[in-house]
């Protein structure tokens, strides 16, 4: 039987069973069958009641269905919420929504957003390609998907098997002041963590609950912070603001809305975070998302809420006890979520995986962002509360990839890695972020599973005081090294296992006191050694923001008390210019963090132009003060690796002619440090006319409670016509062994060539501790020095009058012999400084200065075991003014007269 429309199917008075009913009406055509005792909800896309009883079913295949058949119209202005709505719910968590061609308008009254099934085996909702399928959102839908926290606090709604694709989303620029008024508070109040009572005048503009609100332009204490609201519950005039003890709001106080809101998918509704929720496996692919309102950034408050935070996917979770949201202890997780070929134009927010601040314990694994876009579409005035891709955030977690992924214009961090364990991010492009461009730091512990991090218990007895440095634990984890960092409370500390479950551990680190713990205290381990971030053939480009100490390509810090993961940066390339502020560590800014390995990191900054005032800039800035060497810092505790190779630097500009502005390619200041650089070409085309040592300088190393060790390899500095450029400068630090080996100086510009003054090659200051234990291995000198210095090398001399023993840090002995002979014992050449290539080449002279040792012999010795000239003999000098070179090969020397 032919039927024209879904009304006159409803009307048939007196359906059969037995009859095939074939719908004609546009968009909703298809097969039906009458079931009399069938008393399900209608929807009309797949259930058709009927006035005579029972529905009218329709037959589809595959569990698709198709948005028309529940009344879509993608005539852009129909509201479609209710059909789209019904069609995923039709599908009940298993089957693919098709949601057709059109601009599909939702704005269903306070609806917020779609929702998605709880507990889905499989459901896809796709549209039919971008710019041929929209869904148009409204004030009343400001959202195109949500996921909700569940009913009750105890439970936990689980999220899994989503796919979400091809189609566009016009954001129809809504913005905070459309999701939520500017309001006039009428009556204010104070808070002691808890529901205050404000009168607003009329509350029917507002949304019933769960929205965030921004008091920043607000005479009282809670100006400036994100809180909850709800409407008063009976009251047409007022609402209740969650306030924490000592805030207020004042009458005559602004509250201007925030949205902090996803356009495509997230948790929470208006911008309250979700809590217990689980998201496994996701998957959305080929959406724009359009419209998007420009940030009303404030500029009152540096990182302040932006009021209308729209992001393109927010996944975020809390359980914050303070908004009474608290109450599941079981894991909550997103784990398996793919994000590809997704673009947001505008909004502050671009793609998040995140736990809030304040929020559990939740585990991140296995998220990949694949050729994701995302710009905020304005230059940040000033930093503000945005990103373009961050992961973690107060979570932690396992596997993360980014890749192919471009942001641009962030106010705050263009891509933000935090508590993980394996984290790739390959060939991103990140733009005129304001603070960062690649951003890393540990603000919990990171883990494998849901489980977290490995932990145990204080179990002495009667716990610990807050000087012990020997803690007894219940049980030592497995799979756990034997020396790392843990936490207690929220003290930090280094520990040393040494069996019988005690650790004996440094207490206080971080910035953390030494304080006592009770027994049965939670002991979480921090498996630093374990993470591994890695940026690999991305880049990082400034060419607009030019004007302060930010904007900085990679930066690693410590951000709270964890101790951070190491960076690997791999053929990576930075662009910056225009500079008229100097920043140090422009390129890359390592604080706090243990360990440094790059290779292979090209850095341009072009166009520097600092010609007044004052500041400190550098290319690459690494400082551990956490483990300062003046700082309380102890044995047990590691150096921290820094590994640097194949690194190019490049700088061009002007600074000014007094030397108030200095600018290094490398900077090292405070800790204990391991290095091992190799293959390093620092160019610097930068003007000056100061005759301050080290305005322009390639490597320095300096600052009280920094203690050096390792090597400097092949490395090449360059510099134009300035008064004293420095290749390497040294002031205030300690050294344990440093080897600077093959270093290229020929291309060192600088004023009176003739006479060498100005020329610094290397500037090793008298503050310096240990100096006699750097070792300069072949040297070339600059083309522009005086022919004396370029065809030598400088020469370390040792003034020997008593029995001398050799270190493999000294080029010259100069010997007295006039009174006594001496005897010189030449250093173990098979157990050289390690990486320190002295071991074999290693060159001494050895000189009669007295012109006595046929009076007083000068004996050299080899040391136990090996030769010289191939014998276990001493070496004599026995002539007046006798001079002898010493080669050091395997196994011991060979010594030669004639030089």
Known sequence: MIVSSVAAMQAIATPSSTIEYCLTEAGKQGIFYYNPSDTSVENIGTIISSTAGGCFRRVYAYNTVYA???????????????????????????????????????NKYNAGALTL??????????????????????????????????VSVASVNLYQNITIKQFDIDVNNIDGAAILPNTTVVTGGSGTSAWVTIDVGNNSNFFPTGALFLPYI???????????????????????????????????????????????????????????????TLNVSDIDVINV???????????????????????ISNTSSSQGLGGYSGAVYAQNITIERVNMFGGAAGFAVIAASNGPEYFIDNIIFRDLYHTTNQLAPNAYSCQNFLIGNCGYGNRVLLERCVGEFSGDVGIEIDALFNAQVKDCLIKNAYTTGYYQTNQNAPAYTSAGAPKTTISSGSGIDNSSTALVIAAFPTNVANNGFLIMDSEVCYYNY????TLFITRGLNATAGVSHADGTVVKFIEIDKQKICFENCRYENTQLTAQDEHKGWKAVRNGVYPGASMYIKNCTYLEIGRTFLSNGGAVTSQGFPNIY????????????????????????FTNSDYDTTNGANSLIPRTILNLKNIRINGDGVLDTAGHNIYYGISIQHGNWDINWQDINIRHGLLSGSNIIGQNTGITIQAVGTFISGLINNYKFSSVGTKMPAGILMQNAAVGSLLLDDLDFTDVKFDSPTT??????????????????????????????????????????????????VALTEDVLGVTTSSIAITITLPLVEAGPTNSKTNYGYQLIVTDETFTAAAHN???????????????????????GGVVKLLSIPGGWIATANL
Not at 120 to 132: L, V, Y
Not at 293 to 315: Q, V
Not at 762 to 787: E, L, Q
């Open 598 to 621: 790059i290779d292979g990191l090209v850095i341009n900054t072009v166009g520097i132009n600092v010609t007044s005032g004052s500041g400190l800039g550098s290319a690459m800035y």
């Open 756 to 805: 060498n003054a100005e020329y610094r090659p290397w500037f090793i200051d008298s503050s310096v501790t240990g100096a006699n234990k750097i070792c300069f291995g072949k040297i070339k000198h600059s083309i522009y020095a005086s022919t004396q210095i370029a065809a030598s090398k400088v020469l370390k001399r040792v003034a020997v009058t008593a029995n001398y023993a």
């Open 218 to 280: 607000n005479t009282g204490t809670a100006a400036g912070n994100l809180r909850s609201y709800r409407l008063k519950a009976g009251s047409t005039t007022a609402i209740e603001v969650f306030l924490v003890s000592g805030e207020s709001i004042a009458t005559g106080d602004t509250l201007q809305g925030a949205c902090r809101q996803h356009t495509i998918i997230g948790m929470g509704a208006l911008g309250v975070v979700g809590y217990n929720i689980n998201v496994d």
């Open 858 to 880: 000068i004996t050299i010795t080899p040391a136990s075991g090996e030769k010289i000239n191939n014998s276990v003999s001493s070496y004599t000098i026995s002539t007046n």
């Open 68 to 106: 028309s058949w529940f009344g879509a119209i993608g005539d852009g202005t129909t509201d479609c919420y209710d059909a789209i709505q019904n069609a995923i719910n039709a599908v009940n968590g298993n089957g693919v929504v098709m949601l057709g061609t059109g601009i599909f308008f939702l």
């Open 498 to 501: 040494s069996g019988s479950n």
């Open 117 to 150: 099934p709880v507990n889905a085996t499989g459901i896809t909702i796709m549209g039919d390609g971008k710019k041929t399928t929209t869904l148009k959102l409204s004030r009343n839908v400001s959202r195109a998907f949500d996921f909700i926290s569940p």
């Open 293 to 315: 309102p420009l940030e009303t950034i404030p500029s009152t408050l540096h990182f302040d809420k932006a009021t209308t935070r729209r992001g393109a996917i927010s996944i």
